[in-house]
C-alpha cells in the first residue's frame, strides 16, 4: 500500500462548481499534513496546511479524519486558474522528510 | 526574504555523460535541503535530504550522489548518465524541525539522450 495515496483524476469540472479532493495516509503516527498545487511544468507550491480541526482560506477548505485516517481540499466557486494539480503531503512524527502524493490533476471547464 | 536558485533551468545531455546540478538558498541559515525528481506523469520521488553541512541520507539506490559543501549549497552530480534519468529535478529547502513546510526551486528538466 502506498504511504499517501490519492485519486490521480482527471477531474474536469465547470467553472463556479465545487469540487472535493479526498486523500488517504498509511502512517497513523503522522503528525503534519499539507495541500501543494502543481502548475504544469513549475515546482510545487504550498496552498495551505491541514489542522486537526480542519482550516479555511477563501474558497478552500481542508479537513483532516485521523480515525479514518485521510485528508481532503474542497474548493467552491472554482475559477479557471484553479486548474492544476493538487498534491497531498505526509509529515511522519520525528521525521525531516515528506511524503508526497502522486497528485490529482484538476482542469475548470468554462 | 527566503529564496532558492536552481541552474540551469533546463539540460540535454548523451548518456554516460557527468551531471552537476546546483541549488543554493539564500536568506536563511541551517536549512534542512532536499533532491527530488519527478518523472513524466509521476509524483515527487525524494532522491536525497540533508540537516547539515557534509550530512547526506540517501533515499533510493541508484547513480547519483549529493554533496552539501556549504551551508545554503546543495548539488546533486553524476558521474555517467542514464536514460531513466531524465526528469523534473527539483531542490527544496525547509526550517529544521520537523511538521515544515517545504520550499521548492524553480528546478532542472534534463532530457537525457
Known amino acids: 500500500r502506498k504511504e499517501v495515496e490519492q485519486d490521480p483524476g482527471p477531474f474536469n469540472v465547470p467553472e463556479g462548481a465545487t469540487v472535493a479532493f479526498n486523500c488517504t495516509y498509511s502512517n497513523s503516527a503522522s503528525q503534519s499534513f499539507f495541500w501543494y498545487r502543481q502548475d504544469c511544468r513549475k515546482e510545487p507550491k504550498l496552498l495551505m496546511s491541514v489542522y486537526s480541526s480542519g482550516n479555511e482560506d477563501g474558497r478552500f477548505t481542508a479537513q483532516l479524519n485521523r480515525a479514518s485516517q485521510y485528508i481532503s481540499l474542497l474548493i467552491r466557486d472554482s475559477k479557471l486558474s484553479d486548474s492544476a494539480t493538487y498534491l497531498c503531503?505526509?509529515?511522519?512524527?520525528?521525521?525531516?522528510?515528506?511524503?508526497f502524493g502522486t497528485g490529482t490533476r484538476l482542469t475548470i471547464i468554462p | 526574504s527566503q529564496t532558492i536558485h536552481q541552474w540551469p533551468a533546463t539540460l540535454v545531455q548523451p548518456v554516460g555523460s557527468p551531471l552537476s546540478l546546483e541549488c543554493t538558498v539564500e536568506?536563511?541559515?541551517?536549512?534542512?535541503l532536499y533532491w527530488y525528481r519527478q518523472a513524466a506523469g509521476r509524483g515527487l520521488q525524494l532522491l536525497f535530504y540533508?540537516?547539515?553541512?557534509?550530512?547526506i541520507s540517501s533515499e533510493v539506490p541508484q547513480n547519483l550522489s549529493a554533496s552539501r559543501p556549504q551551508d545554503r549549497q546543495f548539488i546533486l552530480s553524476s558521474k555517467k548518465l542514464l536514460l531513466s534519468d531524465s526528469g523534473f529535478y527539483l531542490c527544496?529547502?525547509?526550517?529544521?524541525?520537523?511538521?515544515?513546510?517545504?520550499?521548492f526551486g524553480p528546478g532542472t528538466r534534463l532530457t537525457v539522450l
Open positions: 536568506g536563511t541559515s541551517n536549512p534542512n
Open positions: 540533508s540537516v547539515g553541512i557534509g550530512q
Open positions: 527544496a529547502w525547509s526550517v529544521q524541525g520537523a511538521r515544515s513546510q517545504q520550499f
Open positions: 503531503v505526509v509529515n511522519d512524527f520525528g521525521n525531516e522528510k515528506l511524503t
